[in-house]
Structure formats: structure tokens, C-alpha cells
């Protein structure tokens, strides 16, 4: 179950019509990013109305047009919501499960204000089944007291699991204690070693740590009032998690801010643990600027997830706009870290810096004026987003500025990697085959590359590049006369052909030639011919 387009229109809360357009193959996790009051959880609350038409997540229900309608209209309805899933309208695949009788597990939501600083049950009571959600925030804005009902919904399942095994109480205990402790222990030293006892006036979780002192052979045990408040968030947020497992598994699971009173490095392990935790046909959708879950998705989860960037200026409130998501390079994680760290941005250094040729002086604010770098960091700044192209110049600045950039930074950053990306043209313009391109590598240091084609032009002008520009932009790419053109896209001078090849893919208007290259880089995809030589060029040595 995947969402992949969402449009909230007619003034849905701060925005005037936003879209949301994932693709034909939204990912698993979808990441909300980008300034308080940007409108990330206002998204949360769209999804919510909308699924509120059928049934009200929680015991408050849905608020009113004034909450939902920016300008207040009375007539405002869930109609102003359209989500789009993979397998259908919102509509289609809400009748489909409930044709299943599972409509309302079809939306999970956490709310960020999740109250949980108490925990003590006194007496025993009937609950609902939890398939049936009926407990717990409705919108980003509700209180979501979840940890007594869940409390209780543990303790449901301990004495399903006691009956229906026939085992001792110990066993019981240690069966459900067991499966929720892999999850907390991955995040915090901390173990849950009872579920208590309701009867005996002790109806709550008890824990103990590793440096706690030893009672019996025993570690001391504590009970869940005294954790801390980040322990407090972990563990409602898991213990939620793990009770869901079985009936909410084919559910868009909301988690508006669940990083709150939580350190950075508990963060990013608890993402990786939400993530284990939710089904495999689910869908996560969270709203953060947290640092460590903004690491775990550059890191561990960067194929799993989608990045909806919220940037700063941009006029939701009076204009309509479509946010599609970010392409994960190094500089829109810089952008991304900026609006959630400001000014500890430095953080995100890069792993591998390539120096190529191009010009050496950066433009304003430090902005790339090279061509080849800036085209090198479109063409892999998704896949190979911790390493930054710089241009260094011309040939020989190129090897007297790497030297060094290694003696300085590599003393700095130890497992910093430099690379020096050269033209095959390394002999002044003179011709060179693949043979001196070989000999060349045989003889300088292993941190030197030098590409297989003449120039990088000889990779913008492939024919793959060009037809899928053509294709995006909706011109003819005129192959009969490419063909005659291009005879030897490896060792041809294409350079001087750029006029050339605009009109071949049907381009009358003028266009600056070097504008017109960088955004070829752009259509050069991962699944080409072409990108995956340049990648094994730059990256393999080869």
C-alpha cells in the first residue's frame, strides 16, 4: 500500500493548492522536510481529513471547516483532498478494504504531542480490538495518549499467547518481553524485564539497565515513571509499533515529528527501528528536521526513501505549487541539513572530493562555475551524494592542486578520499588512443583517472542522452542525421558540433551552449549504457 500523489487544493489549511507528486514508484518511506510552519504536519492533517469522510482515527474526531479551510468556508469538505495510490483512488482502495472488513487500518497515525510522563494501571478493563483504531490522536494538533490503552493491549497479548501455548507464565512473559526488547535495545540501554501485574497494583512496565546494580543475581529493576522523557518517547513509539504488527499490515503508517525530546544519536537508530517494525507492504510518511533521521535516510535508508523538501521562500499560501521529491545529492543535503542544523551545516562533509578541469575561481557564495563539475554532480549526485566535484583549472593545476589538497585535508579528514578526474586530451590536444590512456594510468598514482571518451561532450552527445532530452521535452530527435554527424562518439572532437547537435533535437531557439550541456547531464540515467561507463571511469579506475 503506497501513496504516490496527494493534492490538497481550495486552501487546504497554509496552502493554496499544493501537490505532491511522488512518480509511478513511490518508496517506502516518504520524508517531510523543511522549516517549522512550513506545512509539513498540515500534509499529516490532509491525509487524515480525507480518510476522516469514513471513519475518525481516535475518540476526538475530525475538526471543523475552520481548522481545515484556510479562508473558513463553511462548504469546505474532504473533497478538496485527492490521494492517489498505487493501487487505486482513495476512494477505490478504501471500498476494496472494506470489502475486507480492514477499511480502518488503512491510516496508523502519531501525532508529535504524545503524553506518556505516567503509567500506572490500578484496575483491569475491556479494550477494543486495535484494528479498530479508535484511540489516540486525530490530527496533529490532538494529544496522543496511546501508552495506557497499549499497556493494556500488551498485557491482552500476553494472556493470548499464555492460553493459547499452554506454557508457564515466565515463558509467556519472556515471549512478548523478548520480541519488544529487540527494538528497544537496538535504541537505548534499556530492557523491559516485567509487564507488572494490574492486580496486585502494579500495572506497569519495569525495566532495568547494565550498569544498574545487581539484586539477586538480578539487574535492579525500575518502572516506566522514572525514564526519562526521550526513554518515554522510544518506548511509546515502539511498543505502538509492535502491537500493530499483525493488523496494520497494509497501512500508511503518519509519524508527525518523532524525534521530540530525543538525542541525535537515539534518532537515527530509532528510524532504522520504525522502519523493521512496520510491515513490508506499509508506508511510512514523517515529518522531521531532525538530524539523526535525516542521516539514517542519507545513509542506511537513502534507497528506501523520498525526500518532499518544504525550501524556504517559496508562496504556498497564494500560489499553486508541486513539490515532487528531491534528488539526493550532496547539495540539496546541504540545503536539507542548512534548514534543520543552520549553521552546523559542516557536518555533511563530503567522503570523496574530484578535482577535474574547468575554471578554478568559484562565483558568488562559492557557487561551481565549472562545466564538467557541475555536470559530474548532476550526473551522480543521487547515487554518489558524499562526494563533490570541484574544477581545479587546467591540466597541470589540477595535479599541483590535488598534491595539495592531500597533504592539507587528508591530515584533518583521515578517511577523506581525492581523486584527480582528467580529459583523454591529456597530451595538449594531441591524439591519444585508449593505449595512452593506459600507459598514463600505469604511471601515475592510483588516485588519478582519466575518462575513456575524448571529452566530456562525447558523453552529453550520446545518442541515449540525447533521445531521452528529446523524449522529456517533446521534440523529434532526428537519428539519420546524428548518425551522419557522429561516426565515433569515443574519439571524435564533437566539442565544436554543439549547434549542430541542438538541431538535431529539434532546439530552433537560442540557447547558451554551456547551459544547454548542463542540462544534458540531467537525462544521463543510471540505467544507461553511457552513465555506467563514465561511473566505472571516475569510481572503478577502469
Not at 48 to 59: D, K, S
Amino acid at each position: 500500500m503506497r501513496i504516490k500523489k496527494i493534492e490538497l487544493k481550495n486552501g487546504y489549511k497554509r496552502f493554496h493548492h499544493l501537490t505532491i507528486d511522488l512518480g509511478v514508484n513511490p518508496k517506502r518511506i516518504v520524508a517531510l522536510v523543511g522549516p517549522n510552519g512550513c506545512g509539513k504536519s498540515s500534509v499529516l492533517d490532509g491525509i487524515l481529513f480525507r480518510n476522516g469522510a469514513h471513519e475518525a482515527i481516535g475518540e476526538k474526531g475530525n475538526k471543523d471547516y475552520k481548522y481545515h479551510s484556510m479562508h473558513k468556508a463553511p462548504n469546505f469538505d474532504y473533497q478538496n483532498i485527492v490521494i492517489d495510490f498505487v493501487e487505486g483512488s482513495f476512494q477505490d482502495v478504501w471500498n476494496a478494504r472494506y470489502g475486507e472488513g480492514k477499511h480502518k487500518t488503512l491510516i496508523s497515525f502519531r501525532s508529535p504531542y504524545r503524553y506518556n510522563s505516567n503509567l500506572n494501571v490500578t484496575e483491569s478493563r475491556a479494550i477494543t480490538e486495535i484494528r479498530l483504531n479508535t484511540y489516540g490522536a486525530s490530527l496533529s494538533s490532538d494529544l496522543d495518549d496511546k501508552m495506557e490503552q497499549n499497556y493494556r493491549r500488551l498485557n491482552v497479548k500476553y494472556n493470548k499467547y499464555l492460553n493459547a501455548q499452554d506454557c508457564k507464565p515466565s515463558e509467556a512473559k519472556q515471549k512478548i518481553i523478548g520480541d519488544l526488547n529487540k527494538a528497544i535495545q537496538n535504541c537505548l540501554d534499556l530492557s523491559v524485564t516485567s509487564i507488572g501485574n494490574i492486580e496486585a497494583s502494579q500495572g506497569t512496565l519495569y525495566f532495568s539497565k547494565s550498569d544498574h546494580p545487581q539484586e539477586s543475581d538480578h539487574p535492579q529493576e525500575f518502572e516506566f515513571n522514572v525514564l526519562s522523557s526521550g526513554e518515554k518517547e522510544v518506548v511509546d513509539l515502539l511498543l505502538d509499533l509492535y502491537l500493530r504488527k499483525d493488523d496494520f499490515d497494509n497501512t500508511i503508517f503518519l509519524i508527525d515529528e518523532p524525534e521530540l525530546h530525543i538525542n541525535t544519536s537515539i534518532q537515527k537508530k530509532l528510524l532504522l527501528e520504525i522502519n523493521k517494525l512496520v510491515g513490508d507492504n506499509c508506508q511510512i510518511w514523517v515529518a522531521t528536521h531532525s538530524i539523526g533521521f535525516l542521516r539514517a535516510l542519507q545513509d542506511e535508508l537513502k534507497n528506501e526513501c523520498q525526500i518532499v523538501h518544504f525550501p524556504a521562500g517559496v508562496n504556498l499560501a497564494s500560489t499553486p505549487q508541486t513539490i515532487t521529491p528531491a534528488v539526493k545529492s550532496r547539495s540539496k543535503w546541504l540545503e536539507i541539513f542548512e534548514t534543520a542544523l543552520d549553521d552546523l551545516t559542516g557536518l555533511v562533509s563530503p567522503k570523496r572530493i574530484v578535482y577535474c578541469e574547468g575554471r578554478d575561481r568559484p562565483g558568488a557564495h562559492g557557487q561551481e562555475r565549472g562545466l564538467d563539475a557541475k555536470v559530474f554532480n548532476n550526473i551522480f549526485g543521487d547515487k554518489y551524494h558524499d562526494t563533490l566535484f570541484i574544477s581545479s583549472g587546467g591540466n597541470t593545476e589540477l595535479d599541483q592542486r590535488s598534491e595539495i589538497a592531500i597533504a592539507i585535508l587528508t591530515k584533518v579528514f583521515s578517511e577523506i578520499e581525492i581523486l584527480v578526474l582528467k580529459d583523454r586530451d591529456i597530451s595538449s590536444g594531441k591524439e591519444n588512443s585508449e593505449q595512452d590512456r593506459q600507459v598514463y594510468l600505469q604511471n601515475n598514482p592510483q588516485n588519478h583517472r582519466v575518462i575513456k571518451r575524448w571529452e566530456i561532450e562525447n558523453y552529453l552527445y550520446d545518442k541515449e542522452v540525447l533521445a531521452n532530452y528529446c523524449s522529456a521535452i517533446g521534440t523529434t530527435f532526428n537519428e539519420p542525421e546524428y548518425d551522419q554527424l557522429v561516426t565515433d562518439i569515443v574519439n571524435q572532437n564533437i566539442k565544436d558540433k554543439t549547434g549542430r547537435v541542438k538541431s538535431i533535437c529539434g532546439i530552433t531557439t537560442s540557447i547558451n551552449p554551456e547551459t544547454f550541456k548542463s542540462t544534458l547531464s540531467k537525462y544521463m540515467k543510471e540505467d544507461m549504457t553511457v552513465y555506467s561507463e563514465l561511473e566505472r571511469c571516475i569510481f572503478d579506475r577502469a
